[in-house]
């Protein structure tokens, strides 16, 4: 099964499993997500009527999707 026996352990050097660099930029990375989506969500829950809310979402839905058509362009280029 393993080649350590079992008074090897605990191990003397543990292997870090998430260096904190990548921690550090998912948490950031979450936090800027959960900023973006509840400033989404504070704008459709100031919408009139269900009607204003969902066609609200849909212009969101569209801009987001021209942005990342205007972002994959541009690393197409630089790549």
Do not use: F, N
């Not at 079992?6 to 003397?12: E, F, L, N, T």
């Not at 948490?27 to 009139?48: N, Y």
């Amino acid at each position: 099964m393993t080649d350590r026996t079992p008074g090897a352990w605990p191990v003397d050097e543990p292997v870090d499993l998430v260096p904190d660099d990548l921690y550090l930029r998912r948490a950031a990375e979450r936090g800027r997500h959960e900023i973006v989506l509840g400033s989404i969500r504070a704008h459709l829950e100031e919408q009139p009527t269900a009607s204003a809310a969902l066609a609200s979402a849909r212009k969101w839905c569209a801009d987001i999707t021209a942005l990342a058509d205007d972002v994959a362009k541009h690393k197409r280029r630089t790549a």
